[in-house]
């Protein structure tokens, strides 16, 4: 006889199918396969590029760099330095790659100094879709920009004509988030200010930065809330330090000033914890989604457009070149039909006088 517990558990067992596990397959497949983020840094030198990337990721990018002088900078052109390195946190794999670009903006004539950067994301998007488009699909290196961290001065008050043209040269193609550097320069409600004066020209100038996606209306309140508190926060005034303090017993990342200490960490001193958590732990994904999905499409859609315009173009030349030589053949065969039809009148011409010769010549004989 069956007992009640053993039926009731055969009957779940039927009822169930097995696709519910489908998202614990994609998730040990994807950590298996680890993750690719590619993160560019645009600024003026001494912005403290370097050092917020060294906050963000807990580590030494730059060690072996060396500061150029200022000579060295007046003379010098804007370069693309990348450095890629392997990342595993709780046994999931990140391949981090940092893209700068020293030299930005440090000439005295800073024209055109955008488009070694422009020509750089250009470039990941025709290789990225060289690769799509090849035989050997599995393996594809994905390199392309996913974000751009672009750096503007707590110095000036409110945007440079240097930094509109270079946001609105690439804002189509990488999504950009704005940050105020060194915002310790700054008192609360001049970073305020500043904040909203940015906002203000961004959108008077129609550049596209980033844009948080909406959250779900599943979402709990307090992701809610904490996703409103990182809209309200671009651009984000972060502080960058490397240097350990001691705080009361506590060690902290920060700067030491007379007046007191700046915490990197605390959201009450600056912006970074919440840049940190929007760039890596929160909105990672949906950066490489909008890659992906608006920014390569559009890329891909102007390839496409392209390639179809140019085929299209040798189609019409070459049915022009066809009919052209059709044309130049009928020609050839109308003449050579012409003196072929003459040919022959003066052959029956001749015909005819020499019959008349020959019957004159008998009536003589006569």
Known sequence: MTSPRFARKYEEEKEYI??????????????????????????E??????????SL????????RTVPSVEERIGKTTEIQKKTMDIEEKG????????????????????????????YIDDQFEQYFKDESGLNRKNITDNRVHCCLYFLSPYARGLRPLDVEFMKRVHNKVNIVPVIAKSDTLMPNEI??????????????????????????????EFKRHDQQLKECIPFAVIGSNTVLDVNGKKVRGRMYPWGIVEVDNPQHCDFARLRTMLISTHMHDLKDMTQDVHYENYRSRCINKITGQTAKERIKLKRDSCQNFEAITETDRLLQEKDEEIARM????????????????????
Request: proline share 3%.
């Open 192 to 221: 305020k200010r500043l904040k909203e004066k940015v906002l203000e020209e961004i959108a008077k100038h129609k550049i596209s930065i980033y844009q948080f996606p909406d959250c779900d209306d599943d979402e709990d309140e």
């Open 92 to 119: 999931v794999k990140l391949r981090l790659t940092v893209v700068d670009t020293p030299g930005f903006g440090d000439q005295v004539n800073a024209e055109d100094c955008w488009l070694p950067v422009e020509k």
């Open 57 to 64: 990721f807990l580590m030494d990018l730059y060690k072996n």
């Open 18 to 43: 097995g696709f519910a596990c489908l998202p614990e397959q994609i998730h040990r497949k994807t950590v298996k396969r680890g993750f690719d983020f590619t993160l560019m840094v645009v600024g």
């Open 347 to 366: 052959q029956r011409m001749l015909s005819q006088m020499q019959a008349q010769i020959t019957r004159g010549a008998m009536n003589g004989h006569k």
């Open 45 to 54: 030198s001494g912005l403290g590029k370097s050092t917020l990337v060294n």
